[in-house]
């Protein structure tokens, strides 16, 4: 414990040494120096703080050897380590590792849930609360024509896009988008909800129009191509869907 | 198939090429490139036999080693120059011309080297050597999503000035202020960058090269 207790002395020492360092350097040279010689004696200044920080660095150092990690006992399992066969006498740290492990996940999943929980990203409407609540129109099954219109007014609306409607599937859309010279991008939509999005560089082809799993050849457009989908989970609003969609090629 | 811009390195300490290409590389793996394989663009010219009442023509031919499949030749007439692309078979015809095209094996030129790769971008570290003699460094640097020169100028001169300092200048090369090919009514560096014009950077950067030096060679003297 008071090795502890020192090695943190030792650490506090150091960082108020390294803020000191700063602090001179942000100042720069003041009036303390003089006239004569006053870049020199800034930097001997300098030096010296320098030296000192050097100094609690090495004594941190020290401290934190000598500290020993408590020993990790697993209970009645440390008898495992005196297994008489050889293959199994490794089985005792194999398993203090995994513990450790297990910990650590523990540990992340909570922060997970705690993130998870604050930014909710449901795409459908089922949910666990009994509430009464009004039936809401669906965006997963809208006519064809309503989607097309949609879509032909975002066309109108953003001179520098082009934009094709496939239906290879029956009533889904899949959305062509050719945005001035710089890249192509694909959309499926799922009645007026975006599903899946791939963009691709310019010089790049959709070989067949549900083209839909190959990357971009180019870092930058994969880059592009997991913002898409980050916005595209940001801008869905399950009750104002063609607002959704809108904001979405604006942007 | 991105924008390339092509760079001559200045030899100020009269430093050998493999020096300087180890300072370069030093400085891009720093960066955090990876070295993929090497390059070599070479360039060979031919002139056309003179004839009476004719100025005799020259014809460069051209391989770059990132279009392996094809050979590129710029024709010049003295007022413009004719760019064809053609495959591999035309080192053959070319070779069956001699009556009217003929090479002079020693102004043969190429600039050879290290080829890395930064994310998108493609940096080709080159020494420029005539017929064996050190010429210059030259530094190419592609940068592969984009296709319009002028879209992209401004990113590449950033990251060239990043690794070879104030060498690089803050306008767009001469070649890309020219009209393009394609569409006459607009620049080069609005229309969208095809290999040949990869080939006529280093065509322009060659020639020069060979205007610049020419050593006297001392034997040819008495």
């Known amino acids: ?251 | 198939m991105g924008v390339t811009i092509l760079q001559p390195f200045p030899n100020l300490e009269n430093k050998t090429g493999p020096s300087i290409i180890d300072f370069l590389s030093k400085r891009v793996i720093a960066l955090g490139a990876q070295q993929v394989g090497h390059f070599l663009v070479d360039c060979e010219t031919y002139t056309s036999v003179p004839q009476m009442s004719v100025q005799p023509k020259v014809v460069h031919v051209l391989h770059n080693s990132e279009h392996p499949a094809s050979v590129f030749s710029i024709l010049e007439t003295g007022t413009k120059q004719i760019a064809l692309v053609a495959d591999l078979l035309f080192d053959l015809l070319i070779l069956k011309m001699t009556p009217a095209y003929t090479s002079k094996k020693q102004t043969k030129i190429e600039s050879k080297g290290p080829r890395f790769e930064l994310g998108d971008f493609v940096i080709k570290l080159g020494i420029v050597s005539m017929s064996q003699t050190f010429k210059g460094v030259m530094v190419e640097v592609e940068y592969r999503p984009c296709l319009i020169p002028s879209m992209c100028w401004d990113l590449i001169r950033e990251f060239m000035q990043g690794f070879m300092g104030s060498h690089v200048t803050n306008i767009i090369p001469p070649y890309f202020t020219t009209p393009s090919m394609m569409a006459p009514n607009q620049n080069k560096q609005n229309d969208i960058y095809q290999p040949i014009d990869t080939v006529q950077q280093y065509l322009e950067h060659f020639s020069n090269y060979r205007k610049l030096s020419n050593p006297p060679i001392m034997g040819m003297r008495n």
């Not at chain 1, 922060?111 to 459908?124: C, E, F, I, M």
């Open chain 1, 1 to 251: 414990m008071e090795q502890l207790n020192s090695a943190l002395i030792s650490i506090k020492v150091l960082r108020s040494r390294v803020g000191q360092v700063f602090e001179t350097l942000g100042s720069g040279i003041r009036l303390e120096h003089g006239e004569e010689g006053r870049e020199t004696k800034f930097l001997m200044e300098l030096q010296e703080l320098l030296n000192a920080v050097n100094n609690n660095l090495r004594e941190l150092e020290s401290t934190t050897n000598g500290l020993t990690p408590a020993p990790f006992n697993l209970g009645n399992t440390s008898y495992l380590s005196q297994e008489t066969t050889q293959e199994r006498q490794a089985l005792y740290s194999q398993l203090v590792n995994s513990y450790k492990w297990i910990d650590k996940i523990h540990e992340y999943s909570q922060l997970a849930t705690q993130v998870l929980s604050g930014n909710g990203l449901k795409r459908s409407y089922f949910n666990n609360s009994n509430k009464r609540r009004r039936p809401l129109t669906s965006c997963h099954n809208v006519m064809p024509h309503a989607v097309d219109s949609i879509l032909n007014n975002i066309d109108r609306s953003l001179s520098e896009m082009t934009i094709k409607v496939w239906r290879p599937f029956a009533t889904n859309a899949i959305v062509h988008v050719i945005l001035g010279r710089v890249l192509k991008a694909a959309f499926v939509f799922k009645g007026i909800m975006i599903e899946w999005i791939t963009v691709k560089g310019f010089d790049e082809n959709f070989d067949e129009i549900d083209d839909l799993w190959t990357e971009s050849r180019h870092k930058v457009f994969r880059n592009v191509q997991n913002h898409t989908h980050s916005a595209m989970l940001h801008f869905y609003s399950p009750t104002l869907p063609d607002l959704a969609v809108r904001s979405f090629m604006v942007s």
